[in-house]
Each structure stands twice: as C-alpha cells, then as structure tokens.
C-alpha cells in the first residue's frame, strides 16, 4: 500500500505543479491583457486543458487521503448495526460510476484521436486518455475503500 500511496501522491504533486503553471499564465494573460492590451490567446484553452489535468490527477489521491467533503448528517443512523455496511456498499458503486467513467472515456479517446485544439493545435487525446486514468485509479481507490470499510469489525456493543 505504501507504494500505491507514493503513487497517488506522485500524481496529486503532478497536479500541484500544473496548477502552478496555470496560475502562472493567468498571471501573465491578465498583465497582457491590461497593461499591454495584447491578451493570451491561448491562455483559455490552456486553462480548459489543465482543468482536466488538475482534477483527473488529484482526485484519487483526495479520496485516498480522505480529503473530499463528507457529510456527516446521517452519521448517528449509521451506527446501528444493520446499516454498518451502507459505507462500504455506497463505496463499491462510486467504484462502479468510476470504473464506467474510464470506460467512456477510453472509447472516447479512441474515437477523437486524431482532433486537435482550435488555437493551441494541441492533441485532445492525451488529456482525454488522463480523464480515463484518473478516473480508473480513483476507482481502485475506492474500491480498496470499500474492502477496508466492509472489514472492519463493530464496535462492541455495551451490555444494557
């Protein structure tokens, strides 16, 4: 596990750095824009390009950490025993969603291989294909989730 974890870590750190990077142009775009009056003109492409990056890469390693949002409104029902595996179960079917959504984007990779960005000219596929990577390690992920979540055992219950 310690080298799936260094792993995610690696791809969130990836997405850490192109995060930098957009900030970057957007500082340069908005300088450009008012000081110069002479904008990026691909500055919103690469925005749109990087968005992808950033959330694809960073999401498996979030959900590793435990670090997207979490409701805990129903938390008190969960205790009880016949609901003590809604965790695990609501685990495996974002697996499922995940593991659909790198499936689709895979198949849409394969078809638009070929097209390029308006202004960029860059290729769609490889930013296409890391939706599908992203998406397909943050189902592992949670599927590790559920396994971790349906093993563990109750807490004791206190003698009444």
């Known amino acids: 596990m310690q080298l799936f974890d260094r792993f995610l870590r690696g ?10 990077l957009l900030m970057l142009v957007t500082v340069l775009d908005v300088v450009m824009r008012y000081v110069f ?8 492409e690469f925005t749109e390009f990087s968005m992808a990056l950033i959330v694809f890469l960073g999401i498996a390693y979030c959900g590793w950490t435990g670090g997207h949002i979490a409701v805990d409104v129903f938390a008190k029902w969960l205790d009880r025993p016949a609901l ?6 609501l685990s495996f079917i974002g697996a ?12 849409e990779t394969i078809a638009t291989i070929e097209q390029v ?8 596929f490889p930013f296409r294909f890391t939706v599908a ?3 397909a390690i943050f189902a592992v992920v949670l ?17 009444q």
């Open 37 to 44: 009056n002479r904008p990026l003109a691909s500055a919103w």
């Open 84 to 89: 003590r595996y809604l965790p695990s179960i």
């Open 143 to 159: 599927f590790i989730q559920g396994i971790q979540s349906a093993a563990q055992q109750p807490a004791e219950q206190a003698p």
């Open 117 to 124: 960005s308006n202004m960029l000219r860059w290729p769609f």
């Open 96 to 107: 499922a969603l995940f593991a659909l959504i790198a499936i689709r984007a895979t198949m």
């Open 11 to 20: 791809l969130a750190l990836a997405a850490g750095g192109i995060m930098l």
């Open 133 to 135: 990577f992203g998406s």
